[in-house]
C-alpha cells in the first residue's frame, strides 16, 4: 500500500480510541491454521472463483505444501472444486458464516433500530462494523424502489469513499486517523472521490463537528448516503449507519431529515448498547 507523510496539524479533537487487533489491517496468518485460514480468505473473498495458480501467486507457499491445504480443506467441506477445477467457499463454511451472522449480538441489538430507520425513510439502510482500513457490512435492509444498491452483508469497502466509512473514521483518535488515512491508496472510484489524505482529514474535521457523514457518489456514480457512526473505546467497538439513495431520488429537505433520523438511530442503539454493556442490576 501507499504511504503517505502526513502532519497532525489543523485537526481537531476526537475521541480517543486505542486500535484494538480487530480494527487493525490483517497479519498474515503463521502456523497451520493461519496458512489455511489464508487460503478460505483467498477463496471466500476473491471476485471469481479462483483456481490453484491464482491462489499460488498470492501465497508465500510451496507448491506442495498449499496442495495439502486445499485438499484437507476440500475434505472438511471448507472448500469446494467445481468443474473447472476453481475453488468456491463449501457447504460447511457457508453454515458456520450463516450462523455467526445470526447470532451476532451486536447486529441483533441494531436490527430493530436499521429496521425502523428503513420503514421511515423508505430507502435502502446500512449497518457497518469498523475493520482496519475497511468497512465490513454487517447488516442491510434493501429499498423497494426500482434502483438498488450492489452492497451485500460481508462485503467490504474502503473507509475513505463510503459515508459510513468516514463517519467511523472521525471517531478514532487524532494520530489513529491520521495514520489510517496515510494507508489508503486512494483509488478514484468516481470524479467526486477524495483522492488524498489531506483531502479526507479535512472532511473527516467536518464530520467531527456534524455527527454526519456523507457520500456524494464518491464510491460508486449516481450513489448517495447519508451517514452517522456510534462507539468507544469502553464498548470495544465502533459502528456505523448509514441511508443509501440513488442521486436523482434525493432532494435537499430528504437529507436534512436523514440528518436527524441517522443521528437519532445511532444514538438508540448506543444507549441500547451501553445498558446491555453496563453492570446487571441488583436483585
Known amino acids: 500500500m501507499k504511504q503517505h507523510n502526513l502532519q497532525s496539524d489543523g485537526l481537531d479533537g476526537a475521541a480517543s480510541l486505542e486500535a484494538s487487533s480487530a480494527d487493525s489491517?490483517?497479519?498474515?496468518?503463521t502456523g497451520t491454521l493461519g496458512k489455511a485460514l489464508e487460503v478460505l480468505d483467498i477463496v471466500a473473498l476473491s471476485d471469481t472463483p479462483p483456481r490453484f495458480t491464482d491462489i499460488l501467486s498470492q501465497l508465500d507457499q510451496p507448491r506442495g505444501t498449499l496442495h495439502r491445504q486445499i485438499s484437507n480443506l476440500i475434505a472438511e467441506?471448507?472448500?469446494a472444486v467445481n468443474e473447472d477445477h476453481s475453488y468456491v467457499p463449501g457447504l460447511r463454511l457457508l453454515k458456520l458464516a450463516a450462523r455467526s451472522w445470526s447470532k451476532n449480538s451486536f447486529r441483533l441489538i441494531?436490527?430493530?433500530?436499521?429496521r425502523r430507520l428503513h420503514e421511515q425513510t423508505g430507502e435502502t439502510v446500512h449497518l457497518g462494523l469498523l475493520n482496519?482500513?475497511?468497512v465490513i457490512y454487517l447488516d442491510k435492509i434493501e429499498s423497494k424502489q426500482t434502483v438498488r444498491m450492489h452492497s451485500q452483508v460481508?462485503?467490504?469497502?474502503?473507509?475513505?469513499?463510503?459515508?459510513?466509512?468516514k463517519a467511523m473514521m472521525a471517531l478514532l483518535s487524532q494520530q489513529d486517523c491520521i495514520e489510517r488515512a496515510g494507508q489508503f491508496d486512494y483509488i478514484r472510484h468516481t470524479e467526486h472521490t477524495l483522492y488524498t489524505p489531506e483531502l479526507l482529514l479535512a472532511e473527516i474535521e467536518t464530520i467531527r463537528r456534524t455527527g454526519i457523514s456523507h457520500d456524494r457518489e464518491e464510491h460508486e456514480p449516481g450513489i448517495r448516503c447519508v451517514a452517522a457512526a456510534l462507539g468507544n473505546a469502553d464498548m470495544g467497538i465502533i459502528?456505523?449507519?448509514?441511508?443509501t439513495a440513488p442521486a436523482f431520488r434525493i432532494e435537499d429537505q430528504m437529507i436534512e431529515d436523514w440528518q436527524?433520523?441517522?443521528l437519532h438511530t445511532v444514538r438508540s442503539i448506543e444507549q441500547t448498547l451501553e445498558a446491555r454493556l453496563g453492570p446487571r442490576s441488583q436483585e
Request: proline share 11%.
Open 260 to 262: 436527524q433520523q441517522v
Open 77 to 79: 467441506d471448507l472448500i
Open 239 to 243: 459502528a456505523g449507519v448509514s441511508i
Open 132 to 134: 482496519g482500513l475497511e
Open 25 to 29: 489491517p490483517a497479519r498474515p496468518g
Open 154 to 165: 460481508g462485503n467490504a469497502s474502503p473507509l475513505y469513499c463510503t459515508g459510513v466509512g
Open 110 to 114: 441494531a436490527e430493530p433500530y436499521i
